[in-house]
């Protein structure tokens, strides 16, 4: 009956360097989504997943920004040669095939570029 | 194309007092709206949702919400706020073509004096 959760809670690394996120989904649902929250902003929609549908990649800012899912599991976002501009709040955030826009978003990960 | 837009950016209220968050929409077709609540460090939480029907939503933590269409408003009120309620508060739109994503505002950062 856990939420979304998502590892690591943070990561600081350093320019040029590659780093994973993970985001482990509510059991039963089928669509996750990953947003960005830089400082002082709104969301910014990143990535869809539904079920085994091709994702929706119209939100990644670069073809730095990758992220794979596997059935209706746990899913990674990949961010290659990071900038400082990347430093961000990631969120997570899945939803039942029926209720696609009730989306129930996990804790985030916080992601400093030095 | 969608956007959301929270025109204050902060807003101070005292403990006890009304309060009412401002939204305005930009989507062509029947929105779906929702309010979001964000507290230091946590994930974003759902306090409403409008999809269609009553113009005026019940949430949780004593928190309502109504849609104006004439207006493309949907503002969110208290009557009452309590310290507990000092966070950062999102409007956002629900898109259903395509990636079935949320786009956000910026957010409206709430303190409460005592």
């Known amino acids: 009956g856990a939420g979304v959760s998502q590892s690591p809670s943070n990561k600081v690394t350093e320019k040029g360097k590659d780093v994973e996120l993970r985001c482990d989904p509510i059991s039963g649902h089928t669509a996750l989504y990953w947003y960005r929250q830089r400082l002082g902003q709104g969301l910014e929609f990143l990535i869809y997943?539904?079920?085994?549908?091709?994702?929706?990649k119209s939100g990644l800012p670069s073809d730095r920004f990758s992220a794979e899912r596997t059935g209706e599991s746990v899913s990674t976002l990949t961010i290659q040669r990071t900038q400082q501009e990347d430093s961000a709040v990631y969120l997570c955030a899945s939803s039942f095939t029926g209720t696609p826009l009730t989306q129930y978003f996990g804790p985030g990960t916080r992601l400093t570029v030095l | 194309a969608q956007s959301v837009t929270q025109p204050d950016i902060h807003i101070t209220v005292s403990e006890g007092a009304s309060l009412e968050l401002r939204c305005n929409y930009s989507y062509g077709a029947t929105p779906y709206l929702f309010w979001y609540v964000q507290s230091p460090g946590q994930g974003l939480q759902l306090l409403l949702k409008y999809f269609s029907g009553d113009t005026l939503v019940q949430g949780i933590k004593g928190f309502e919400a109504e849609f104006k269409r004439s207006q493309s408003s949907f503002n969110l009120r208290k009557p009452s706020v309590h310290w507990s309620d000092a966070a950062e508060y999102f409007c956002a739109v629900g898109v259903v073509q395509g990636a079935q994503k949320l786009v956000f505002g910026q957010g409206t950062r709430l303190t409460i004096n005592p």
């Open positions: 997943f539904q079920g085994n549908s091709a994702p929706d």
